[in-house]
């Protein structure tokens, strides 16, 4: 009995890590487009005072360089959580505004 | 001794005379001839001075070029030598900016820092200067698609000692846009205080709401395993939702302190894995509302003698929000049901019955930032807040210890965003022991 479980266990985490290949993979052919349209630093600013504010004061753009902003809207696109799309909208936002 | 012939002026003059005065014998026509040769040389003498001028002319502006020249070298030198400071430091600013916003691995350190003076009427209590609280957040990402988090937190004791925790630690793969898979400790998804506002720099007050601390009872902080977890747009709304299996709650070692859940990553001490989630929806962008649950069982623990069992443990929660301008409205409810089960607090002495328990908690918060009504920029600055929140506690007697009602008024001034200084006065009414009069103050600096 005990070895089945391992054995479960060892599939378990084999498929997931296929799971997990194939959908970098997916998500990475995804990457959104590296030029922002001024369409977008709208939508971003409307998700940005929409969504941001939900827990905590606004932050000014200016507070964090371009790199940071990449990588804070990353994490908080998972705190909030936030759809992909969206977070990036505040991420061309903040950064078009800094 | 030989003498040469000068043509000089006074010879000139003298053919001149002598011309003239044989002229008196001459012809009309000579006479007009020499006075025309006269009036050629008076002429070429006027040219000569002419001459004379402009080559003095012309060594001036001779002179006045060469400074010009030598002008014009040393400003183009001076133009030469910016150029080329210029070029120097935009080519080095812009493989700066390349190197920065375009490496596929980047970094960040954010994070919070805390001080905290705390004055109670408590017995036994002291005025205190609380130790600060630093509590760094490490960020690292590839490309957009993971991110780890670590998050210790390091914080000073009244004994004089120092407390590092590892409050998460966790790997994060953006899986789609609606979905991101989440492993190692993470923060619990239960609850809206727990998971998005019990920071210092973003909580409103001091301190925590009653019951929603940190030290057990029926708060889930944090979990061990993995979780899926993303939001998507549904019409204008956005539905957000969260799944995880992980190691589950334990049984504290301090009978006050009930049952943790904080994520326990040193290994599981039951087979029982803890499955829960959440659900969120934002009908209006700001409005927000939260439906969280949780089952999992928790083990008893071995002592000289006597059974150990393990008991049912279940959490429901619902939390809820309204963050439109100045105004910050929230609330939450959390209720948690330990069944009957057998277990030591200390693997010295026996074990115990502990009775089915249920905790209920919950608080609801108002504050309003002035600038929706002041001029001044100071006065917009200041922030009050009112909390009410209540713990109570049915079953194993020792688990209600921290059972209260609480009163809190605050007033908060935001520096900046993530800067504020906080006040807060407290009424704990204690349903195990006096009531006590709290007064708070807080630095927090959020990074």
Redesign the interface.
């Known amino acids: 009995m005990k070895k089945m479980k391992i054995y479960g266990s060892a599939v378990l985490f084999l498929s997931a890590t296929v799971a997990s290949a194939v959908l970098l993979s997916a998500a990475a052919s995804a990457q959104p487009a590296a030029t922002p349209n001024p369409l977008q630093i709208a939508r971003g600013a409307k998700a940005w005072s929409e969504n941001c504010g939900r827990c905590h004061n606004l932050r000014d753009p200016k507070e964090f360089s371009d790199k940071n902003w990449d990588i804070i809207v990353n994490h908080m696109r998972n705190v909030a959580p936030l759809p992909g799309a969206i977070a990036r909208d505040i991420r061309v936002f903040l950064q078009a505004s800094n | 001794m030989t003498t040469r012939f000068r043509l000089t002026p006074a010879v000139l003059i003298a053919a001149a005379v002598s011309i003239t005065m044989a002229g008196g014998s001459m012809p009309a026509n000579a006479a007009q001839s020499n006075q025309a040769l006269l009036n050629r040389i008076q002429a070429m003498e006027q040219k000569l001075q002419g001459m004379e001028g402009m080559k003095q002319e012309l060594q001036l502006l001779k002179e006045q070029l060469a400074k010009s020249q030598q002008t014009a070298k040393e400003q183009i030198s001076t133009l030469q030598k910016k150029v080329a400071a210029n070029q120097k430091t935009a080519q080095s600013a812009t493989k700066e900016a390349f190197s ?2 375009t490496r596929d691995i ?3 350190l ?1 994070g919070s820092g805390t001080v905290n003076f705390t004055s109670s009427n408590a017995a036994g209590a002291h005025d205190s200067f609380v130790g600060g609280t630093f509590a760094p957040i490490f ?3 590839y ?3 993971l ?1 780890f ?1 670590g998050h210790p937190e390091i914080s000073s004791q009244s004994d004089g000692s120092t407390k590092v925790e590892l409050e998460l630690a966790n790997l ?11 492993v190692g400790k993470f ?1 619990s998804p239960i609850g809206d205080f727990q ?3 019990h920071p210092s ?2 909580n409103k007050l001091p301190d925590r709401a009653a019951g929603f601390n940190e030290d057990g009872g029926n708060i889930a902080l944090g979990e061990v395993g993995i979780m899926a ?5 549904v019409g204008s709304m ?1 539905v ?1 939702y ?1 799944v995880f299996v992980g190691n589950g709650p334990r049984l504290s070692d301090e009978p006050e302190e009930g049952v943790l859940l904080e994520g326990f990553g040193g290994g599981d001490n039951n087979g029982n894995k803890a499955v829960g989630g959440r659900i969120g929806i ?1 009908p209006l ?2 409005v ?1 509302i939260g439906f969280s649950a949780m089952g999992s069982k928790v083990a008893g623990v071995e002592g000289s003698s006597g059974a150990v069992s393990t008991g049912s443990y279940n959490l429901e929660d619902i939390d809820a ?1 309204f ?1 439109k301008g100045n105004w910050d409205i929230r609330g939450e409810y959390v209720r948690a049901h330990v069944d009957s089960f057998n277990s030591a607090f200390d693997p010295a002495e026996p074990t115990v019955m502990i009775d089915a328990t249920t905790w209920h908690s919950w608080y609801v918060q108002a504050a309003y930032r002035l600038a929706g009504i002041a001029n001044s920029e100071i006065l917009g600055n200041f922030e009050p807040v009112f909390r009410y929140s209540t713990q109570s506690v049915h079953g194993f007697a020792p688990f209600g210890a921290g059972a209260e009602d609480r009163w809190t008024v605050g007033l908060n001034y ?1 520096f900046a ?2 800067l504020v200084f906080k006040m807060a006065y407290e009424n704990r009414d204690f349903k195990n022991e006096p009531t006590a009069d709290v007064f708070r103050a807080q630095f927090a600096f ?1 990074f």
Not at chain 2, 172 to 182: K, P
């Open positions: 920065e916003s980047k970094w960040h954010a960020l690292a990402t490309k957009d698609l991110i988090e994060s793969l953006n899986a789609a846009d609606w979905l991101t898979l989440t923060v998971q998005h506002l720099w973003i977890r993303g939001a998507f747009p956005i957000d969260a934002r962008p700001y927000s929000a963050t935001w965003p993530s959020g």
